[in-house]
Nanobody, 120 residues
Framework: VQLQASGGGSVQAGNSLRLSCAAS?????????????LSWYRQAPGKKREQVAI???????QYEDSVKGRFTISRDNGKNSAYLQMNSLKPEDTGVYYC??????????WGQGTQVTVSS
């Protein structure tokens, strides 16, 4: 399974970005993409990686408290893709954002990360 994250950039506070995560690979032969839980994590400079949002293989979603009401995670199983719509960005949202896919067998796959920088 390979995950390719994109959509990061440098924006001013209050603006929006939409991150995309495209999944591919033979790993989906055993379990279809639609059976994977999908998550977005971020890692700010000098801090531990933290989970920002998760979308289950069904319809369940959960968000880290600081992004609730501003970020929306979604997925398109037909495109083997996940998204993170980030609105009202704040400087504290700055970091490298990673997508992660967890199979029903609890194997975790990580993308390479995309940088998000929010200036005040």
């Amino acid at each position: 399974v390979q995950l390719q994250a994109s959509g990061g950039g440098s924006v001013q506070a209050g603006n929006s970005l939409r991150l995309s995560c495209a999944a591919s690979g033979s790993g989906f032969r055993r379990f279809g993409f639609n059976t994977f839980d999908l998550s977005w994590y971020r890692q700010a400079p000098g801090k531990k990686r933290e989970q920002v949002a998760i979308h289950s293989s069904g319809t369940y979603t959960q968000y880290e408290d600081s992004v609730k009401g501003r970020f929306t995670i979604s997925r398109d199983n037909g495109k083997n893709s996940a998204y993170l719509q980030m609105n009202s960005l704040k400087p504290e949202d700055t970091g490298v954002y990673y997508c992660m896919a967890r199979s029903p067998a609890h194997d975790d796959y990580w993308g390479q990360g995309t940088q998000v920088t929010v200036s005040s």
